[in-house]
């Protein structure tokens, strides 16, 4: 677009220096033809005027569009690098010998991050019920989703050594940023593990591998399952969040205010919620409600 307009511009100030040209060589009895060649310059230079304007529109388009992918990518690092810093182990649920819900979340949203005692308590946590931000999608994405990987549900004896080291392989890829590759393996991770401590976890980070690629309506469904199948686990109020900000990005706005208030209602005074409240507050800035 920017190109046509560009190639546009040229073309209308090509035509301003022939008309100049032109009214520069025309007689003085020919004066309705020079008032109508001054016509014609304005009428051009009005056009010149759009089309520059159409160019920094698009400009700007495409720089809010680089810095919102900019943003998730950070946020997706620092949440990564907040998991590891709590320990030796790639999650925060591998270092701890406790149940995986009492892991603090590490850090939510490409704005700000989250501290630790901020975050409440699993056993203070209501349980997540709320059927009006988890509705069947309805709008798709504007980008090409990586497709679900493809794996059937094989529940396997417990094993704790090669199921911890298939859930750090997942995380890994995660960090190495081959976000497809993190998807499969979350996904056949759930699939051969269901009932794992770490299970929790790699539903949430299923996710956000969609989530970061701007796959929001897969990632939507991946939240929205670790609402209804993990209702007490640490990543439940991140979840929630994350669903509110994808139907954000899909443009579903009653559906993304529903569970950004929802988020302030559940877990009031904390990071999340001031985070939940900054998007709310952006919407009503651009007019969504």
Same mark, same amino acid.
């Given at each position: 677009m920017i190109l046509v307009c560009n190639k546009n511009i040229s073309m209308a100030s090509l035509a301003l220096a022939m008309?100049?040209? /032109?009214?520069?060589?025309?007689?003085?009895q020919d004066t309705s033809v020079v008032a109508d060649l001054v016509s014609q310059v304005q009428e051009l230079q009005d056009e010149v005027r759009v089309l520059r304007g159409q160019v920094e529109d698009q400009a700007n388009q495409l720089?809010? %569009? @680089?810095?919102? &992918? @900019?943003? +998730?990518?950070?946020d997706l690092d620092q949440r990564i690098s907040g998991q590891g810093a709590s320990g030796s182990s790639a999650s925060n649920k591998v270092t701890s010998p406790e149940r995986p819900g009492s892991a603090t979340v590490a850090s939510t949203g490409a704005d700000e991050s989250?501290? !630790?005692?901020?975050?409440?308590?699993?056993?203070?946590?209501? /349980? =997540?019920?709320?059927?009006?931000?988890?509705?069947?999608?309805?709008?798709? *994405?504007?980008?090409? #989703? %990586?497709?679900?990987?493809?794996v059937q549900s094989q529940?396997?004896?417990?094993?704790?050594?090669?199921?911890?080291? #298939?859930?750090? &392989?997942?995380?890994?890829? %995660?960090?190495?940023? @081959?976000y497809a590759d993190a998807a499969e393996g979350f996904?056949?991770?759930?699939?051969?593990?269901? +009932? *794992?401590? $770490?299970?929790?976890n790699a539903q949430?980070?299923?996710?956000? *591998? $969609?989530?970061? =690629?701007?796959?929001?309506?897969?990632?939507?469904d991946a939240f929205s399952d670790l609402l209804k199948n993990y209702s007490d686990s640490s990543k439940t109020p991140d979840a929630l969040l994350k669903i509110g900000y !994808?139907?954000?990005e899909l443009k579903q706005w009653d559906k993304a205010r529903a569970a950004l208030e929802q988020?302030? &209602? &559940?877990?009031?005074? =904390?990071?999340?919620?001031?985070?939940?409240?900054?998007?709310?507050? *952006?919407?009503?800035?651009?007019?969504?409600y």
């Open positions: 008309l100049f040209t /032109a009214s520069a060589n025309a007689q003085p720089e809010t %569009l @680089r810095q919102r &992918q @900019r943003d +998730q990518f950070l989250i501290n !630790a005692d901020e975050e409440p308590a699993v056993d203070s946590m209501p /349980a =997540t019920d709320g059927p009006d931000v988890r509705p069947p999608m309805d709008l798709p *994405s504007d980008t090409v #989703a %990586l497709d679900p990987p493809a529940a396997v004896p417990a094993n704790p050594v090669e199921e911890k080291a #298939a859930y750090d &392989q997942a995380f890994q890829s %995660l960090k190495d940023l @081959r996904q056949t991770f759930l699939a051969r593990y269901p +009932q *794992s401590e $770490y299970a929790d949430y980070w299923l996710g956000e *591998s $969609y989530y970061v =690629t701007r796959n929001y309506d897969i990632a939507l !994808a139907h954000y988020v302030k &209602q &559940q877990f009031p005074d =904390t990071t999340l919620a001031r985070l939940a409240d900054n998007r709310l507050r *952006s919407m009503r800035m651009e007019g969504h």
